[in-house]
């Protein structure tokens, strides 16, 4: 495989550390941008570049009653490690994601841990999104509506650190619809084409119990825009920006 680097000279890594993204690695640490400051344009392409890098637009089928399901969610990781006793460290597995439950079970007191240190990042787009939308009169949406950011799982990384991953996932329909509306993937992208298909089918069939017909239409639709990018439109996408494979 092939691996794509960017790099930037000294000024402009002078620049972004002025402005709040510190150096080195994200989970240990935490940007402490000013979100607040970026105009609704910039903020609407932070948002979206922020779900296109770290997030997720899921469609999933209720089982039982043949009713959809749809989030949209970004993800951002925190380092622990220097905050959880050895003893506990000691018992896990190098190189293993664990559930909530799996921690709770090997020791509670680590949730006090867990929640008491949130990644500053992820709070700080929360609180933005809350408050920018709780004067947007085109995407109104009252404050208490927010679900909070949660922690996911926890990793055990080969090299000894533990991280903690939190998710901030809205699923009602309205959010789902402000989401896609006012925010979406960045065009051009895989999970842009999967987000179009997938809300474009939720959209279609919301509130309504799936027949076999649907529910044909709706495999098939999982199929062909898995959320893991397709070899096929990575390898023509890859031709289109940078010509043939040599």
């Known amino acids: 495989g092939r691996i794509f680097k960017s790099y930037a000279d000294g000024f402009t890594m002078r620049r972004l550390n002025a402005i709040g993204l510190q150096y080195g690695r994200k989970v240990l640490h935490q940007p402490n941008i000013d979100l607040s400051v970026l105009s609704d344009k910039l903020w609407r392409y932070y948002v979206s570049t922020t779900l296109t890098e770290d997030g997720c637009a899921n469609l999933s089928l209720n089982s039982r009653s043949n009713t959809l399901r749809f989030y949209v969610a970004w993800s951002r990781s925190i380092d622990i490690t220097k905050y959880v006793p050895k003893d506990f460290i000691s018992v896990l597995d190098r190189g293993k994601s664990y559930k909530l439950s799996d921690i709770w079970e090997i020791d509670r007191n680590i949730f006090d841990v867990i929640y008491r240190n949130p990644p500053a990042l992820l709070l700080n787009e929360f609180t ?45 329909s ?3 619809r402000i989401f896609h509306d006012k925010y979406g993937m960045l065009k051009g992208t895989w999970k842009h084409n999967v987000f179009e298909k997938y809300y474009d089918f939720y959209m ?9 017909h ?18 096929k439109w990575m390898f023509n996408k890859y031709k289109e920006l940078f010509g043939e494979l040599k």
């Not at 949406?141 to 927010?146: F, Q, R, T």
């Not at 649907?214 to 893991?228: G, I, S, V």
């Open 128 to 172: 933005n999104i809350v408050q920018r939308h709780a004067k947007d009169p085109k995407y109104y949406v009252d404050p208490s509506s927010w679900p909070r950011p949660r922690p996911s799982y926890v990793h055990f990384s080969k090299s000894g650190n533990l991280t903690v991953s939190w998710e901030f996932r809205v699923q009602s």
């Open 214 to 231: 649907d529910l044909e239409k709706y495999y098939d639709l999982k199929e062909k825009y898995p959320y893991k990018i397709d070899r």
């Open 204 to 212: 279609n069939h919301l509130g309504r119990r799936l027949n076999d």
């Open 174 to 176: 309205q959010l789902v």
